[in-house]
């Protein structure tokens, strides 16, 4: 088999809805929705593996203490295992007064009734009920014309309310999915969801969830939404219904479709932390909201930790988190291009920290999710100056000046190269240790000594060359200028540049020199020290002999 020439001879594009005023293409998302995690139900029972108990309670007490208030916790009819779960989390006291734990089941008397058991004693409950309503459904797996599938959504209700009026201690509230609803015609979902509502009689204080899955991608993200919209205007009870979207991602596309369906009028979203799920997987509860956060909009869950929520995940899940994946990826707060790097840098350098964030290529401050800005930028083969500079400032200390940045990026550019590997800043500051502070050939500063006397400096130094010792003396009108005109070689000083590294009894002094030999091109040197007028020395030495060395190198 192979891709067909044709595909329209075995798919069909879906049709477009009809809806000439809509509106939430000019609408923008300005409240937060109510929350609910799948993660310990659909997203469970996607794993190879599914979750032991003990697995489930941590992943339940993180989706707490992230802010979930409505968490779907298991399919106690599907498997004791599931049962007993949820039998523990109510029995051994785990549920806060401030959250709802929601149940699934099948519209099945027999299933309906074991989950009611599943959830006795406990103080708020969702009962969420499903049956397929889609055309295909209709005709291949059940064999039921419309009004059979009506029936059966209409029979599960009514058991429903009448099992919850046995348990009056228990705050329930009523959810419907019609299964497949994206592939259902949109006046059929909403008879059948009206019907539910005629047994369910909800109230404006007493709302009944209608939860409208995209059970399987069939479309694009706006047709999604239009179908949203159509239904939201077209439903009875409206005030007295929350409006429950549960996207899943076959086409790459369930977080837009969240998003448009919210703008489209949903007020409620189911999914899982990171995207978990069958096949592609649900909507990434995690993306949603923190693109609402990236808008000024507090999405009222707590990823101020965001790496120790993942760790929990994936262990929990036994899956990885991409790398790539949105907020929380390793790489993702990553920049290796040399153009990247050198915008973030700046970025970082005139960002107000009380104003709005303005750093290029972040949409958000790594900060506000427990990143750590060492993180953010790494160095490999498409490195450039920008992050060689940050990695050395942030960890040694060391502010290359403009013009060290662009030769030091070639010297890393050329090991990047050979190794074909990223680089981390230790390396980067062994390299630079070898390109400057180790260019003691030929000649290395042992010692000197400096008299300044009515403006005047006088400079005494004690060289090593080939093993012979030298002296160099020279007049100047500062420590350097002397050290210059005591130098065999006629050397040009263009930049100069100094500052401190670190802070009281411990600081020591960074200079860094630029220099020209004979009219040559500018070479630069690094010196460090505990005293300034050693540190600057030692950076002209590093300048001259790396100047020689170019110098031998370009002439043979």
Known sequence: MSML??????????????????????????????????????????????????????????????????????????????????????????????????????????????TFESVRGAKKVIIHVYNATAPSFRRIVFKQDKQGVTDIAVNAAKLIKQLAAKQPDTQWTFQYSPEIFTSTELDFAVQVC???????????????????????????????????????????????????????????????ATELGLMAGADRVEGCLFGNGERTG???????????????????????????????????????VHPRHPYVGDLVHTAFSGSHQDAIRKGFAQQDPDGIWEVPYLPIDPADIGRSYEAVIRVN??????GITYLLEQEYGISLPRRMQIEFSQVVQGETDRLGLEL?????????????????????????????????????????????????RGLGKGPLEALVAGLPVAVEIMDYHEHAIGSGTNAKAAAYVEVRLDGGRPVHGLGIDENLTTASFRALFSALNRALRQAEAQAA
């Open 381 to 386: 083969s498409q490195s450039g100056k920008g």
């Open 5 to 114: 020439k044709d595909p329209s001879s075995k798919y069909r594009a879906f049709q477009p809805i009809d809806i000439p005023d809509r509106q939430w293409p000019s609408r923008t998302i300005t409240e937060v929705p109510v929350w609910c995690s799948s993660d310990l139900r659909d997203g469970n029972q996607s794993l190879i593996e599914p979750m032991d108990p003990a697995r489930k309670l941590r992943f339940f007490k993180t989706l707490v203490a992230v802010g979930l208030k409505q968490i779907e916790v298991a399919f106690p009819s599907a498997s004791q295992t599931d049962f007993d779960f949820v039998r523990t989390l109510i029995e051994d006291g785990h549920i806060p007064d401030d959250v709802t734990i929601q149940v699934l089941t099948q519209a099945r008397a027999d299933l309906i009734e074991r």
């Open 424 to 472: 981390t800043a230790a390396q980067i500051h062994g390299l630079l240790e070898k390109e400057y502070l180790e260019a003691t050939s030929p000649y290395a500063l042992i010692r000197h000594r400096l008299q300044e006397e009515n403006g005047t400096s006088a400079v005494d130094v004690e060289v090593l060359n080939q093993g012979n010792t030298l002296h160099w």
């Open 282 to 320: 649900n909507v990434d509860l995690v993306n949603v909201a923190l693109n609402m956060y990236t808008q000024g909009l507090h999405p009222g869950l707590d990823f101020s930790d965001i790496d120790a929520v993942r760790k929990v995940v994936e262990e929990c899940n036994q899956l990885p």
């Open 194 to 256: 009206d019907a539910v509502l005629d047994v369910w009689e909800p109230t404006p204080e007493n709302k009944v969830i209608l939860n409208l899955p995209a059970t399987v991608e069939v479309s694009t993200p706006n047709i999604y939404a239009d179908q949203i919209e159509w239904f939201c205007r077209h439903i009875s009870r409206r005030d007295s219904v929350l409006v429950s979207l549960h996207t899943h991602n076959d086409r790459g596309t369930g977080v837009a």
